[in-house]
């Protein structure tokens, strides 16, 4: 259930890693939920002995930690064993990685497995006794103390996932955490930024307005029928089965739809890939306000000694602060997670620096060569 503790959390998981192609560093943080509902995946040699192949995740529970954890657990199994992962089709593996993932929650043994990561015994007492009934209140009407419910009907995770092969990056998203691809250039790659899957998403609306055959965004449509039909604003994630049991349309079309977006990055464009979940970047563009990949361009240097997961920690001390100090402390209750990649061929900016220098050599030297041209000139008069 989503109570707040009285108290941020600021103890951070974090750790840093490299292999011959990329180096990455990640950072948690529980923040003021009661309980730590965000999961990654940092498997930087998905094969044995295959360096050339990683992968990388986060999934950010929704109403609890069961889904996302479970997700963590067997991602990378689910994905290797994919005939169309063995055979090179990375993209379709990921497609129906999501999808088998998903219908396993139907499954008694996975349902087992969820309960093991169940939250309905984490509540503690605390020394404020209306707390504590409020509390005790909310966990009698919980569902997760109920014999043979499938926590996986009410609980989900948002996913983002991260393939990195031998020559290409594949994003593949469900739900509104965020990557972010930074070129050699270190210049955002803005039209590779994958979207958001909420209700306040345009091409999500038009899928929804579609299924539902109205238009979910007018005013004047019933508010009951609004609430009742999108009780939440994510429109795409693993779990939260009762609203993907429409047996009328396809899985994609689910008010809750599994299918991911992915995207595709040739590897030798990509200087880093910043990775959040939905805390930690700014949707509102308000420049008052931190951002993850803002804060990272400006603070992380690749020539230092400064290591990548102590710059993540460095920001979410800071956002830490920016709740405190806002209006967002009584209603913020989320976790913060971040993994961020950077890819080792720093050839290529140095190749881009040198060839640079030889168009602006070529420019002087095409300048200078004008000049004693024109000198000529004017001596032989």
Known sequence: MNIKLENLLTSKESFEDENDIIKYGHNIIQSNKNSPEVSIIKEINLINQNSNISLFGIFDGINGPEVSKYLSQHFCQFLTENINFINGNYKRSLEETFINLDESFRSLEVQLELSKYSTKKEQEKNTNKIQDYFNDFLEFFNPRNLEGVNIAEFCGSNGIVILITEKKVFIANAGNSKCIPVNIKNEIIKDKINIEHTLNNEYELKRLNQIFGYDISDSNNNKDKLINDFPL????????????????????????????????????????LIIGNYGCFNINNDQNLLSLEKYFLEKYNKNSDQKINKVIEEFFDEKIKEIENSHQKDSNINNFASIIIEFKHENNINNINLEENKEELKNKLFSSNEKNISEDEDDNL
């Open 233 to 272: 604003n994510i429109t795409r994630g693993f779990g939260y089965l009762q609203y993907k049991d429409n047996k009328l349309i396809n899985i994609e079309d689910q008010y809750i739809s599994i299918k991911p977006d992915i995207i595709e990055i040739p590897i030798e464009e990509l200087n880093y």
